[in-house]
């Protein structure tokens, strides 16, 4: 599956933006879809994931209450909702595919190419 992330840009504390990834094939509904963040020297890290339905989802910690992931099966496309943005909110932003839902990043076998997000004071 070929993963293509969109949506990034330049907001200030506080605001909101939506991130999308769309999939190419048919194959999408197979997979738990995930988001990862890349800041500046920093490893890259778990934001969320969602399940195949969808109707289960995992959030990092540090995005709970702010971020929603969300997917449509119908338009192969995965979303990230993302309110209250913070400074350290900024990075690099992934989607990526995988067989499992969860957390650990070399699960995910299929990524997309980034959109940068940032957040300014």
């Known amino acids: 599956v070929q993963l293509q992330a969109s949506g990034g840009g330049l907001v200030q504390a506080g605001g909101s933006l939506r991130l999308s990834c769309a999939a190419s094939?048919?194959?999408?509904?197979?997979?738990?879809m995930g988001w990862f963040r890349q800041a500046p020297g920093k490893e890259r890290e778990f934001v969320a994931a969602i399940s195949r339905s969808g109707d289960n989802t995992y959030n990092a910690d540090s995005v709970k209450g702010r971020f929603t992931i969300s997917r449509d099966n119908a338009k192969n496309t995965v979303y990230l909702q993302m309110n209250s943005l913070e400074p350290e909110d900024t990075a690099v932003y992934y989607c990526?595919?995988?067989?499992?839902?969860?957390?650990?990043?070399?699960?995910?076998?299929?990524w997309g190419q980034g959109t940068q997000v940032t957040v300014s004071s």
């Open positions: 094939g048919r194959t999408f509904r197979r997979y738990v």
């Open positions: 990526a595919a995988a067989l499992d839902l969860t957390a650990f990043r070399p699960a995910y076998d299929y």
